[in-house]
C-alpha cells in the first residue's frame, strides 16, 4: 500500500507479514517506527480520535412513567456517529400519550442527520422511529406518520437501531 507522500505502509497480522485479511491481531507497520500508535487517525482533513462501546438503558420519555422490560440495549460510538441498538418490552398501559423512547448515550446533533429502524414489533400500528434533534430521544410513528400512542404498544416486544451524528 503506498500513501499519497510515496510512503510505503504495511499491514501485518497473525496469518504473516503483508497479509490483512483473516488477521486476528493485526498491526499497522510503518518502515523504520515499528507499530503505529497514535490517538487519532487523519484522513485528510478528518481525524478519527474516538471509538466507544456500551450500554444504556432506555426510559420512557412520554410522561406516563412508563417501566419497560426485558431489556437489551447497547451501542458503538465511532467518531461522531453513534449506532444505538435496544430491545424492549412495553408495560400494560391505557396511556395515550405518544409514545417516546429516551436514554439514548449521547445527545443527538440535528434530526436531519439521523434515522431509525424498527427491526421487529409484536406492534401491528408501530411502523416508524424518528430521532429528535438535541435530544437524545426517539419518537415512535405510524406508517402514515401518526404518532403512535402508549397503549397501541401495550405489551409489545420491540427491537429498534438509531443511528445518528453527535
Do not use: H
Not at 83 to 109: D, K, N, Q
Amino acid at each position: 500500500m503506498t500513501t499519497n507522500n510515496s510512503v510505503n505502509v504495511g499491514l501485518s497480522g497473525s496469518t504473516g507479514s503483508g497479509s490483512f485479511v483473516g488477521s486476528t491481531s493485526p498491526n499497522l507497520v510503518t518502515p523504520g517506527l515499528g507499530a503505529a500508535s497514535a490517538t487519532s487517525i487523519n484522513f485528510g482533513q478528518t481525524s478519527l480520535n474516538f471509538y466507544e462501546e456500551g450500554s444504556w438503558t432506555p426510559v420512557d420519555n412520554s410522561g406516563a412513567s412508563l417501566t419497560f422490560t426485558s431489556v437489551a440495549a447497547n451501542y458503538t460510538r465511532i467518531g461522531r456517529i453513534v449506532i444505538a441498538t435496544c430491545t424492549l418490552i412495553y408495560p400494560s398501559t391505557v396511556s395515550g400519550s405518544s409514545a417516546s423512547i429516551g436514554g439514548l448515550p449521547y445527545t443527538i446533533s440535528n434530526t436531519y442527520e439521523a434515522g431509525g429502524v424498527i427491526t421487529y414489533s409484536t406492534a401491528a400500528t408501530l411502523s416508524r422511529c424518528l430521532p429528535v434533534g438535541t435530544t437524545k430521544t426517539f419518537n415512535l410513528y405510524t406508517a402514515a406518520g401518526a404518532p403512535i400512542t402508549n397503549a397501541t404498544l401495550t405489551l409489545s416486544t420491540n427491537y429498534f437501531q438509531i443511528t445518528y451524528f453527535v
